[in-house]
């Protein structure tokens, strides 16, 4: 892969998910694509879990931005921001990992989003407001 054609990958991402294409799910992902909406939840499945998660969003608005930070062979990591504007606003910036197969569909997708009010520490407040206590320290 080349930083272009990543790029033209995701142009084709925000189109089809803008337009809640779920019809376009099986031309940007394998069949049997893992799409990890958090590197800490289960990641959906193939093209029928990838397409419901898709029409969530149908009839948001909001703005996208996306460059690649790093392109190596088949694995690519794009920084990408969301801006929501309606139904209700709120702000992500995100790292992308996507693994492409040779025909140049997605195999892999991890997302690591972050949100304004998120905590970036394992103690002090959470996104409410309330004091998180420090988890277990890994034993080394």
Do not use: C, N
């Amino acid at each position: 892969m080349e930083r272009d054609d990543v790029m033209a990958w995701v142009a084709e991402y925000e189109r089809a998910w803008r337009e809640s294409d779920a019809g376009a799910v099986a031309r940007l992902f394998s069949e049997d694509a893992r799409y990890a909406r958090s590197p800490y939840t289960p990641a959906l499945l193939g093209h029928e879990e990838i397409g419901e998660f898709w029409s969530s969003d149908e009839g948001a608005t909001f703005s996208m931005t996306a460059e690649p930070v790093a392109v190596e062979g088949r694995t690519a990591v794009v920084r990408v921001g969301v801006q929501y504007t309606a139904p209700q606003a709120q702000e992500y910036k995100d790292l992308w990992v996507l693994e492409f197969a040779d025909d140049g569909r997605v195999t892999e997708f991890e997302e690591w989003a972050y949100w304004p009010g998120l905590p970036y520490t394992a103690s002090g407040p959470d996104a409410f407001g309330r004091e998180e206590e420090p988890g277990p320290t890994p034993e080394i």
